[in-house]
């Protein structure tokens, strides 16, 4: 089951852009881990591309929303963190691909 939750939440997640990259933010990199707890509460630790970025407000919450949608997930635990900091190394060879940054 945790798998098959696991995975929906991933799916989710690939439904928010980052709005200045057309890559979702899981092909970025930007998520970190993602944590299955008990009782329905996922752990979530994600970056953005800089700490300057122009919707550090919103896309976490936009994250959030997202994960909620999930069927089994009853509470987000966000965690924005800087360290380490996001680089290109860590877009997935999709989104390196979708960008020409090979």
């Not at 929303?65 to 999709?94: H, T, Y």
């Amino acid at each position: 089951m945790s798998d098959n939750l696991e995975q929906l939440i991933i799916e989710a997640l690939k439904t928010v852009y980052d709005p200045e990259i057309p890559v979702d933010i899981y092909e970025l990199g930007l998520i970190y881990n993602i944590d299955l707890r008990q009782n329905g509460v996922v752990g979530i630790t994600m970056t953005l591309t800089s700490p300057m970025c122009p919707v550090a407000e919103s896309l976490p919450m936009e994250v959030q929303q997202k994960v909620m949608e999930v069927a089994g997930v009853e509470e987000v635990d966000l965690q924005v963190v800087f360290d380490p900091p996001w680089n290109k190394e860590m877009m997935s060879e999709e989104a390196r691909f979708n960008l020409d940054m090979f």
